[in-house]
């Protein structure tokens, strides 16, 4: 499985190198000797190969890319491509994985992002995240769906399902606590660490099958990036921060700018209104007090005007595990 993605921008004049990582910064430019033997690394692979980029550079507009090199460096699996000599892409795997299996998906995206898109100047920094960013989730898409599903093992996967959760909301409702809680069982109240990138997490549902719970970033800056995240999801959870009523407004926002979107039609969708705990009930008729909450929130998103797609509505607190593993039943229901 693919863990990481790095760029080198700069290969030519090292003291001017600048680096990105994707999604943890695991390379960084005072690991001197490292970097160089990756970019040494790469330059004698390309010479032992002696293989022709993938397009030269005849058009001005298209950008030479070089065919990738596996490397072993550091412990690190990597494979890695150049483009117009100067910029260093590599993707780094788990050891026991093989590079070339990827390698017609590595030239391809390489190919369809830089030179069949809307033109690429590696200027901005936000530029090459994205590019980072697409690259990653087309890759760990490509390893969950076809180099993971060896042929022994394709029928197994076909009675013990996998399915991708895209997992979304406003900052602060509670995603990561919740993946973590199901990951772990453990929930830490004095956990304050937004996402900044996708956080992806596998879930094995008992018999069910496999979850890959795609946790979404959830503040203002990222909330362009869901979209990027969204392609081929099984069903959409849209968690809700229900004791935080101030911030419903924009989280409906959020939502219905996602719902809108046709490419998702069909898609389940299952709203969890979290934190639970902390809405403050008098202590009779608990229940009817829960139910009339219930409808407000559904009148106030408007959840009835959910067109071409099965929805529900549950309570949850991470906190007190009220909900959770209800959650995962009824996600298996809603598939
Ligand atoms: N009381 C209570 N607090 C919760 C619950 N779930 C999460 N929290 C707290 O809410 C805060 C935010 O939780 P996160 O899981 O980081 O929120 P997030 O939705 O992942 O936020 P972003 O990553 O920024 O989108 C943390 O302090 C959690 O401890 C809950 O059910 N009850
Ligand atoms: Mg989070």
Known sequence: MLHNIFLFKGKKDLEDLNIYCYPKEIINVNNKLLVNNIIKGHDQGKINDRKESLSSCKNLNHYKIDKPVALYINDYNIYTSCIDEDIIIGLIFEDDDNPYDYKEIFE????????????????????????????????????????????????YYQKE?????????????????????????????????PTRKFNIEYIQAEDKGLLAVWDMPGQKIFRSKWLKGLQDSNILVYMIDIANQ??????????????????????????????????????????????????????????????????????????????????????????
């Open 161 to 193: 399902a996998f399915f991708k959760v895209f997992l979304f909301g406003i900052d602060e409702v509670g995603k990561t606590s919740f993946v973590r809680k199901l990951k772990t069982g453990e929930f830490n109240d004095n956990y304050f660490t």
């Open 246 to 335: 101030r911030r419903f407004e924009e989280s409906k926002k959020e939502l219905w700018k996602i719902l809108n979107n046709n490419e998702l039609n069909g898609i389940p969708l299952l709203i969890l209104g979290n934190k639970s705990d902390i809405v403050k009930y008098s202590d009779e008729n608990y229940e009817t007090q829960l139910q009339n909450l219930k409808e407000e929130v559904i009148d106030y998103f408007d959840f009835e005007k959910v067109k071409n797609r099965n929805w529900k509505f549950i309570f949850t607190s991470v906190k007190t595990n009220h909900n959770i593993e209800k959650t995962v039943q009824t996600i298996f229901e809603l598939l």
């Open 108 to 155: 391809e995206l390489l190919y369809e992002l830089l030179n069949n898109g809307n033109g690429y100047s590696f200027e901005e920094e936000m530029e090459i995240d994205n590019l980072l960013i697409s690259m990653f989730i087309d890759l760990r898409r490509y390893g969950d769906e076809v180099v993971e599903r060896t042929p022994e093992i394709e029928f």
